[in-house]
């Protein structure tokens, strides 16, 4: 069984630019869940899809928001890139009470 | 508002002796809870989980601890290896309020660091 996807695994845009990051969760799952991780930081929580809908969104700009589409993937987009948006992007999917995570995907804006 | 904190940003021990990493919870509804490692550059990696009709959960090495009346639990790594060193995450998990969707929630982490 696959686990959770992210592409691509590097991104390297501009300031100003926009980036989209898509994620594949496990089969059978219809939660995603995106999160980022800054040097030196925690997970901060972005935003929580459920059955094409999002349930959550963490204390981010509105420049970052995302979808879920009807097979569950998602995608998180980022406009207007700042250098402060260079980071590692997980997304997870999440049935019930189990979760997975991606292996990310690394942001870096110049 | 911080639902899951993880007090400690950081922990050293020695090879051998026991790594024991904090979680507090403030959500009373939460009744899953998840421990997660974390390695630089890669996705967290599901670690442990124990319920809430639960105070215990062992898995090898690791041991999860729920005290439910402090709102706390406890992630216990004995023998500690040079290879745990990692940011450990604890998760706690809740019905959402419609009732239908289970809502994860994650503490910002604690870095251990075990040494040789």
């Known amino acids: 069984e696959a686990g959770v996807t992210q592409s691509p695994t590097h991104l390297i845009k501009t300031r100003g630019q926009q980036a989209t990051l898509r994620c594949s969760p496990i089969?059978?799952?219809?939660?995603v869940y995106w999160y980022q991780q800054a040097l030196g930081l925690g997970l901060q929580f972005l935003l929580w899809?459920?059955?094409?809908?999002?349930?959550n969104r963490g204390n981010f700009p509105p420049r970052f928001s995302g979808r879920q589409f009807p097979n569950y993937s998602s995608e998180l987009n980022v406009n207007a890139l700042e250098l402060e948006d260079s980071a590692l992007y997980l997304c997870?999917?999440?049935?019930?009470?189990?979760?997975?995570f991606g292996q990310g995907t690394r942001l870096t804006v110049v | 508002d911080q639902q899951v904190k993880q007090n400690s940003p950081s922990l050293s021990v020695q090879e051998g002796r026991i790594s024991i990493l904090n979680c507090d919870y403030t959500?009373?509804?939460?009744?899953?809870f998840l421990w997660y490692k974390k390695y630089p550059a890669e996705g967290p990696t599901f670690l442990i989980s124990?319920?809430?009709?639960?105070d215990k959960n062992e898995d090898g090495r690791f041991t999860v601890f729920l005290n439910k009346s402090a709102k706390h639990l406890s992630l216990h790594i004995v023998p500690s290896q040079p290879g745990d060193s990692a940011v450990y995450f604890c998760?706690?998990?809740?019905?959402?309020?419609?009732?239908?969707?289970?809502?994860?929630?994650f503490g910002k982490g604690t870095l251990l660091t075990v040494n040789p």
């Open positions: 997870a999917s999440s049935r019930i009470h189990s979760a997975f």
């Open positions: 089969s059978g799952h219809t939660s």
């Open positions: 899809y459920d059955e094409g809908e999002e349930r």
């Open positions: 959500n009373s509804m939460f009744d899953y």
């Open positions: 124990i319920s809430s009709i639960k």
């Open positions: 998760a706690a998990s809740s019905v959402n309020s419609g009732g239908s969707n289970y809502k994860l929630t």
